[in-house]
């Protein structure tokens, strides 16, 4: 499994952001595609995952009430739309495939990595 990760970039507060993320290779294994952030000095830490199948939706506590996850299942493509966006989610912002989602928050879930995309919040 291949992903591309796209649409980073910098926002100001309050602005909004759509991520996109890819999916190409043995997609018909994929369990569920999750989104992950990392600020400098931090670790990973878990945004939002959507099961590829039933389109279910997760969020962490960073996403709830803000972000919301997608799935375009014709495009092999998960979206992450982020709003009323603030200089805290300023991070790289990950997405990865897990084959066997028993718990989607954990990174230890997930078999694959997207390359990872800049998101920058200024105040």
């Known amino acids: 499994v291949q992903l591309q990760a796209s649409g980073g970039g910098l926002v100001q507060a309050g602005g909004s952001l759509e991520l996109s993320c890819a999916a190409s290779g043995s997609i018909f294994s994929i369990d569920a595609i999750g989104w992950f952030r990392q600020a400098p000095g931090k670790e990973r830490e878990f945004v939002a995952a959507?099961?590829?199948?039933?389109?279910?939706?997760y969020y962490g506590d960073p996403a709830k009430g803000r972000f919301t996850i997608s799935v375009d299942n014709a495009k092999d493509t998960v979206y992450l739309q982020m709003n009323s966006l603030k200089p805290e989610d300023t991070a790289v912002y990950y997405c990865?495939?897990?084959?066997?989602?028993?718990?989607?928050?954990?990174?230890?879930?997930?078999?694959?990595w997207g390359q990872g995309t800049q998101v920058t919040v200024s105040s």
């Open positions: 990865a495939a897990a084959f066997n989602g028993e718990d989607i928050s954990l990174v230890t879930s997930y078999d694959y």
């Open positions: 959507i099961s590829w199948s039933s389109r279910s939706p």
